[in-house]
């Protein structure tokens, strides 16, 4: 391992997942629980998020992963709310926009508004934890969790 990385608990990291289907959401959090990532918030769409952020609901997240495609604001709308208004979520929160397209222009277009990676669906457990912890800038120590060995 890379001696400038540092570990976290999976237990540590806190991700927000928005999307507006409940099955999806339980997906997620299914794959996030498998990489041992317990401190899980959700909201059912991108306006509700905003809202739970800005009243303090929910604590400020390690992270976010957010569905692309949503009714009354979609995932590229909640990034660019985001990143526009910086007492919603700090500017450096990394925002992973997760979407069953693979259209690069609009790939391009989400990562101009600061989301930090568009993740295509399906995406595995490992992986969503790889992408978390490139994302956040530490190693999630998975061995805690016996996940990967």
Do not use: W, Y
């Amino acid at each position: 391992m890379d001696a400038m990385v540092s570990e976290v608990d999976p237990k540590d990291v806190r991700v927000m997942v928005i999307d507006d289907q409940r099955t999806m959401r339980t997906i997620v959090r299914r794959l996030l629980a498998a990489g041992g990532v317990c401190k899980v918030s959700e909201a059912e769409n991108a306006l509700v998020a905003l809202d739970k952020l800005r009243t303090g609901e929910i604590k400020e997240p390690d992270v976010v992963v957010c569905d692309l495609h949503m009714d009354e604001m979609d995932g590229l709308e909640f990034c660019n709310a985001v990143r526009r208004d910086k007492t919603v979520l700090k500017g450096t929160t990394p925002i992973l926009i997760l979407t069953g397209g693979d259209d690069q222009m609009i790939h391009d277009v989400i990562s101009q508004v600061g989301a930090a990676k568009v993740l295509l669906k399906p995406i595995s457990s490992a992986d969503l934890i790889k992408e978390i912890e490139t994302a956040i800038g530490f190693n999630v120590d998975v061995r805690a969790v016996g996940f990967g060995q």
